[in-house]
């Protein structure tokens, strides 16, 4: 069987991946342990390069304010070319987290680019904690209550401005 010109056996390729993916994951180690993003922080699980436990401390002013979540981040050897799974250790009630930890994210699926580093995700991760998404939700008994108590929110806000006028 001839190959093409240009044609990488796959067997090269995959180690050509691997390679490329663990001298990723092992920049964005160092860059994370010494510049964590606010609120987060990173690091192996054990030390095994392509699964990593994170915390995410509840942002202020949300519902999760001062909570500590943990996180499991599992690389496949195709990262950054696919995204990484991610699923909360913590329990959590969010309309874009379910009972089992997974994440309902854009940049986790359809979003997902190369550029994006654990840093840019955690941090994204934290901002869904501040502000969640119901209109993407993963658990939409939760995303309906969120959407109710919004608007009742709001009502409250738009009548209390309007009386001060």
């Known amino acids: 069987m ?8 796959a067997s090269i390729s995959s180690n050509c991946t691997t ?8 920049q964005e180690l160092v860059d994370i342990t010494s510049n964590p993003p606010p609120l987060c922080s990173a690091g192996l699980k054990g ?8 915390t995410i401390v509840g942002p202020p002013g949300s519902v999760y304010e001062e909570g500590i979540f943990k996180l499991n981040i599992k690389f496949s050897k195709q990262y950054p070319f696919k995204p990484p799974y991610v699923y909360f250790k913590t329990k959590i009630y969010h309309c874009n987290i379910d009972s089992s ?12 680019s190369p550029a994006i580093t654990v840093y840019s995700l955690l941090l994204s991760i934290c901002s869904l904690l501040s502000d969640c998404n119901p209109k993407d939700p ?9 959407l109710k108590t919004e608007a009742n929110t709001i009502v409250v ?3 209390t401005q309007g009386s001060m006028r």
Not at 140 to 146: N, P, Q
């Open 2 to 9: 001839s190959r093409e010109k240009g044609d990488v056996p």
């Open 19 to 26: 390679n490329y993916t663990a001298k990723r994951l092992q």
């Open 47 to 54: 030390d095994n390069l392509f699964e990593w436990i994170a």
């Open 101 to 112: 930890g997974e994440v309902c994210l854009d940049i986790l699926d359809n979003k997902w």
């Open 138 to 146: 993963l658990v939409s008994d939760i995303a309906r209550l969120y």
């Open 157 to 159: 806000h738009a009548r």
